[in-house]
């Protein structure tokens, strides 16, 4: 394979990664580690550093379009980026001193438990109203979105901000040690915990990622993990990927949506397991 | 309602800087490519990058100088091709930093102390991810 093959193979997968992240509110690092390290054979170390930067381009790219359409809620982003940037910055650095077998094994059981939980899911209307939260109130978190697929604005009030900031030290942990955006997990903190409706999780979700995936991208940096004709070409694919993927969000039913979010969980878990025997 | 307006326009500023960051560090990863293809010297190193990726070593014409903010500025003279790329991918690092920067600002004119302290907070640990990393 060529320099000019290999990059614009790269870039194909960052097209995909790119696409199916923003859709599913991921970072996309979990398709191009796999596919970086199975199928092309690169070095781990040098994939999970392309995987750091495709993550920080995904969620820009994405963003944009969430954000102007006032898809992501902010505040309840910015405020989660406190726990999640000081779990990438401690993940990066576990990442030097843990055993990555117990990990994979670990969140591969997280994972499934996920999928589950976020497949059996109710309905919006026919879940019960979150239970007051004072921190919410604090912080102004509550808020609203346009939904294409009902054609009105839903209200939402946000609960359990504790227990979600708790799990998003977790889900930044998780994304430092291994270079994904770790969406699997912000999303259900944001869904399940947190009483956002799944849209809104997954825009939020997609916003936070970026600014998760910087606090660790530093540490890689300096480490000599991000090789640039490596990163670079994958990068500009998820890009592309994260744009069309961020278009076709807003007219999806949530229904399928979850169905496809827990699908693909479930198949990394599946991966993971794998890595972990 | 103002609070409302406040918050439109803090929106509209973050979607700006996320999309002005993502075009500039695409320009500038495109350029370096260009720039690499050309070059005969950078071309003939980049023809050995496929077995080095799977040791595990960076890309030869990058190795050494592309693990500091310095050293990637420094080979911009002798090899611009690599170097360009990398200034591209860390450009597209800054874009989420410089995005949590307009929000501190934002926050700041909306009166909003708070998150003010929030952004800042979430600011300093990125600065810091830099500088300890």
């Known amino acids: 394979m060529t320099p000019s093959e290999l990059t614009v193979a790269l870039l194909g997968v960052g097209l995909f990664a790119g696409a199916l992240g923003a859709l599913l509110g991921l970072g996309g690092g979990f398709v191009v580690v796999p596919v970086l390290t199975l199928f092309f054979g690169v070095n781990i170390r040098l994939a999970i550093g392309a995987s750091v930067i495709a993550v920080i381009a995904t969620s820009s790219g994405a963003a944009v379009a969430y954000v102007r359409d006032h898809m992501a809620n902010m505040r309840v982003g910015m405020f989660l980026e406190l726990a999640t940037t000081t779990g990438a910055v401690t993940g990066a650095f576990l990442g030097s001193i843990l055993v990555p077998r117990l990990l994979y094994a670990i969140f591969a059981l997280a994972l499934a438990q996920s999928a589950l939980a976020v497949a059996r ?8 109203a979150p239970p007051p939260d004072a921190w919410a109130d604090a912080l102004g978190l509550h ?11 839903v209200e939402y009030r946000v609960a359990r901000t504790k227990l979600g900031f708790a799990l998003m030290y977790v889900a930044g942990t998780v994304s430092g040690l291994l270079g994904v955006g770790s969406g699997t997990l912000k999303v259900p ?7 956002l ?27 000599g993990d991000v090789d640039p004709f490596l990163a670079a070409p994958i990068a ?5 990927g994260a744009l069309g993927g961020a278009r076709l969000l807003g007219g999806i039913q949530p229904r399928l949506l979850r169905l496809l979010f827990a699908g693909a969980v479930l198949v990394v878990a599946v991966s993971m397991l794998l890595k972990a025997l | 309602m103002e609070g409302q307006a406040a918050t439109a326009r803090l929106e509209g500023a973050v979607a700006l800087v996320l999309r ?14 260009v720039v690499t293809l050309v070059a005969p010297r950078s071309r003939r190193e980049t023809a050995r990058a496929v077995p080095a990726l799977r040791r595990g070593v ?14 990637v500025l420094g080979a911009l003279a002798h090899d611009p091709g690599p170097a360009l790329v990398m200034l591209g991918v860390l450009l597209l690092v800054a874009t989420p930093v410089a995005r949590v920067a307009v929000s501190v600002v934002g926050y700041a004119l909306e009166g909003d102390r708070r998150f003010v302290s929030i952004t800042l907070i979430v600011l300093a640990v990125l600065v810091a991810s830099f500088a300890i990393g």
């Open chain 1, 197 to 223: 409706p799944m849209k809104v999780s997954t825009a939020t979700s997609n916003f936070m990622i970026g600014v998760t995936a910087a606090a660790s991208a530093g540490v890689y940096f300096a480490r």
């Open chain 1, 236 to 240: 500009v694919g998820v890009l592309i």
């Open chain 2, 20 to 33: 002005v960051g993502v075009t500039v560090s695409c320009a500038v990863m495109g350029a370096g490519a």
């Open chain 1, 121 to 128: 899911r109710r309905r919006l209307e026919d879940r019960p």
């Open chain 2, 58 to 71: 960076l890309h030869p014409a990058g190795t050494s100088s592309f693990h500091s903010i310095g050293g």
């Open chain 1, 143 to 153: 808020g609203s979105y346009p939904d294409q697929a009902r054609g009105r604005t």
């Open chain 1, 189 to 195: 903190a944001m869904d399940l915990a947190m009483g």
